[in-house]
């Protein structure tokens, strides 16, 4: 069992404890002085609701006199409206009312669903994220981003609504196939290059064995990227300015997924790609050296992640790939904002010359 250790998101009347340990779904105790209600619904999907929906509903009963269960299919595809009316038609169905507590088990595309239907239910309705796999837990679970996809976009309708609690059991990540740990791993690494350079040494030396799964290397991985992670939402909740930096590869990876069709890589391995071209942009606007580059580019590929372009478009690549960014919600007025790192530890955002953006995108 390791030590349980708990880190908090301030924002007044509003924050909140991520609690990260192992046997946490067991243990009613990681439930309780949640606010009162005579229901609690539990949102899960298909792969995760068989492996944990009966200990969370048995966690959740010494203090819940109904517990519902939600079971969605699985897969980034079912990110939408129709998932959304799926929830409120079981809550209404059972006349849950607005003091009823929704529980996200499982990924970042649970947690984002049910985040989003927990603000839009009865104009709002608290909810605790439970995530499991390594993505959510050191990154979709935490800081109010929920939403669901569009046709024409990602993440393009949702809401900022912060959870009440983030319970991570760290035991969930045992049962995560290898590639989705490793897409989890992007976003571990993601914090060292945009917030803490001594995290990026630590990554580094640890990476093989967060590869294969050490206990401790994870459960230190969780628990700094949620330091790091509160630190930023805590000044910036919406967006206004320093939170941006938790975009870090994430222009090219939206415009990665959504190019090749949701679900064909994962959000992780865009991103992981997608960092990788956002360093060698950082080295050719004059920012970090040519070594760092080559040192991200090795972390990337030792998590078991891609660091190559995949092409979108044989006759015009880097033309769709920029059609694709100016579509990004970051993108104002169709300039596309890039995080650039000046220095390991420390990102700014930055718009980019197109012929810099193409000469990445060419591969130069
Ligand atoms: P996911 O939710 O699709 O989960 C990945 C797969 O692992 C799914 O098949 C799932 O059923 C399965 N799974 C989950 N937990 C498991 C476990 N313990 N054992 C076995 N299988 C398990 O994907 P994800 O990578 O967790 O999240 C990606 C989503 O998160 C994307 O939609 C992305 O946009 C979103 N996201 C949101 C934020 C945010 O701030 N809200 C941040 C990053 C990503
Ligand atoms: N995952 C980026 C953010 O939470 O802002």
């Given at each position: 069992?390791?030590?349980?250790?708990?880190?908090?998101?301030?924002?007044?009347?509003?924050?909140?404890?991520?609690?990260?340990?192992?046997?946490?779904?067991?243990?009613?105790?990681?439930?309780?002085?949640?606010?009162?209600?005579?229901?609690?619904?539990?949102?899960?999907?298909?792969?995760?609701?068989?492996?944990?929906?009966?200990?969370?509903?048995?966690?959740?009963?010494?203090?819940?006199?109904?517990?519902?269960?939600?079971?969605?299919?699985?897969?980034?595809?079912?990110?939408?409206?129709?998932?959304?009316?799926?929830?409120?038609?079981?809550?209404?169905?059972?006349?849950?009312?607005?003091?009823?507590?929704?529980?996200?088990?499982?990924?970042?595309?649970?947690?984002?669903?049910?985040?989003?239907?927990?603000?839009?239910?009865?104009?709002?309705?608290?909810?605790?994220?439970?995530?499991?796999?390594?993505?959510?837990?050191?990154?979709?679970?935490?800081?109010?981003?929920?939403?669901?996809?569009?046709?024409?976009?990602?993440?393009?309708?949702?809401?900022?609504?912060?959870?009440?609690?983030?319970?991570?059991?760290?035991?969930?990540?045992?049962?995560?196939?290898?590639?989705?740990?490793?897409?989890?791993?992007?976003?571990?690494?993601?914090?060292?290059?945009?917030?803490?350079?001594?995290?990026?040494?630590?990554i580094e030396q640890n990476l093989d064995a967060l590869v294969s799964r050490s206990p401790q290397a994870l459960a230190y991985a969780v628990r700094r990227s949620c330091e790091l992670k509160a630190q930023v939402v805590g000044q910036d909740e919406r967006e206004s300015g320093l939170r941006a930096i938790l975009n870090f590869g994430h222009t090219f990876a939206h415009a990665i997924?959504?190019?090749?069709?949701?679900?064909?890589?994962?959000?992780?391995?865009?991103?992981?790609?997608?960092?990788?071209?956002?360093?060698?942009?950082?080295?050719?606007?004059?920012?970090?050296?040519?070594?760092?580059?080559?040192?991200?580019?090795?972390?990337?590929?030792?998590?078991?992640?891609?660091?190559?372009?995949?092409?979108?478009?044989?006759?015009?690549?880097?033309?769709?790939?920029?059609?694709?960014?100016?579509?990004?919600?970051?993108?104002?007025?169709?300039?596309?904002?890039?995080?650039?790192?000046?220095?390991?530890?420390?990102?700014?955002?930055?718009?980019?010359?197109?012929?810099?953006?193409?000469?990445?995108?060419?591969?130069?």
């Amino acid at each position: 069992m390791h030590p349980s250790h708990t880190v908090t998101i301030e924002l007044a009347d509003r924050s909140y404890p991520i609690v990260i340990s192992s046997g946490l779904l067991d243990d009613p105790s990681s439930f309780a002085h949640l606010p009162s209600a005579s229901a609690a619904v539990i949102v899960t999907n298909t792969t995760v609701g068989p492996l944990y929906g009966q200990r969370l509903e048995r966690a959740l009963g010494p203090q819940f006199p109904v517990v519902h269960t939600v079971t969605l299919p699985d897969g980034e595809q079912y990110k939408t409206w129709d998932s959304i009316a799926a929830i409120f038609d079981v809550m209404l169905r059972n006349a849950c009312d607005r003091s009823t507590v929704l529980f996200a088990l499982g990924g970042g595309v649970v947690g984002d669903i049910t985040g989003f239907a927990a603000a839009c239910y009865m104009r709002g309705v608290p909810f605790v994220q439970v995530p499991t796999t390594l993505l959510a837990q050191v990154d979709s679970s935490v800081g109010g981003k929920t939403g669901v996809n569009h046709p024409l976009g990602k993440n393009m309708i949702g809401a900022f609504y912060q959870p009440v609690r983030v319970v991570c059991d760290l035991d969930t990540l045992a049962t995560l196939p290898q590639r989705e740990l490793a897409a989890g791993l992007s976003e571990v690494i993601k914090y060292g290059p945009i917030a803490d350079a001594v995290f990026l040494d630590w990554i580094e030396q640890n990476l093989d064995a967060l590869v294969s799964r050490s206990p401790q290397a994870l459960a230190y991985a969780v628990r700094r990227s949620c330091e790091l992670k509160a630190q930023v939402v805590g000044q910036d909740e919406r967006e206004s300015g320093l939170r941006a930096i938790l975009n870090f590869g994430h222009t090219f990876a939206h415009a990665i997924e959504a190019g090749m069709g949701y679900g064909a890589w994962l959000h992780g391995e865009a991103v992981g790609s997608g960092m990788v071209q956002a360093v060698r942009l950082s080295h050719r606007l004059g920012y970090v050296d040519e070594r760092f580059v080559t040192r991200l580019t090795e972390m990337v590929q030792r998590a078991g992640l891609p660091t190559a372009l995949p092409v979108l478009d044989e006759a015009d690549n880097a033309g769709r790939y920029l059609e694709l960014m100016r579509r990004d919600k970051k993108a104002a007025g169709g300039a596309i904002r890039f995080v650039l790192i000046e220095r390991p530890g420390c990102a700014v955002v930055r718009q980019a010359p197109d012929a810099a953006v193409r000469a990445v995108l060419g591969g130069s």
